[in-house]
Structure formats: structure tokens, C-alpha cells
């Protein structure tokens, strides 16, 4: 009973904890996709520059990455 959940939600519990965006890397190119890595939503030429670009809420994900590193270093 419990194990079909993962399989719905992508291993959490709830919709509401899946994860919030879908990275794909394929040679020459990284991408944020759909939850099927079927459609891809922004192309970028590598994982870096997308990990440099992308942006969440007006947010660069390094930038949102960086600040996830402080709080689990304190």
C-alpha cells in the first residue's frame, strides 16, 4: 500500500512534495523538461551555463544552490 506512492508522486508522499522542475543532460546540451522528459521547456548548451541561468522565481538556481549550501553548513 505504501510503496505506490512513489510511483505517483515520483518517490514523495504528496504532489505537493514533488520535485519542482525536471533537469535532462544529453551530449551538447542540458535542458528543463517535463516531469516525462518529453517536452523541454529551456534549452541551454551545457549543465553549468543552465545552472548559472535558470531561474526560479527571478532567483538563479546558483544562486538558490549557493544559499541551500549555507543553511546546511550552519
Do not use: W
Not at 505517483?8 to 535532462?24: A, C, I, N, P, R
Amino acid at each position: 500500500m505504501f510503496d505506490s506512492y512513489k510511483h505517483d508522486f515520483h518517490g514523495y508522499v504528496s504532489d505537493s512534495q514533488e520535485t519542482f522542475f525536471y533537469l535532462m543532460y544529453d551530449k551538447g546540451k542540458a535542458a528543463v523538461c517535463d516531469d516525462h522528459f518529453t517536452r523541454q521547456y529551456k534549452v541551454y548548451p551545457d549543465p553549468n551555463t543552465l545552472i548559472e541561468q535558470y531561474e526560479i522565481d527571478g532567483h538563479k538556481l546558483i544562486d538558490v544552490i549557493d544559499e541551500l549550501e549555507e543553511v546546511e553548513a550552519e
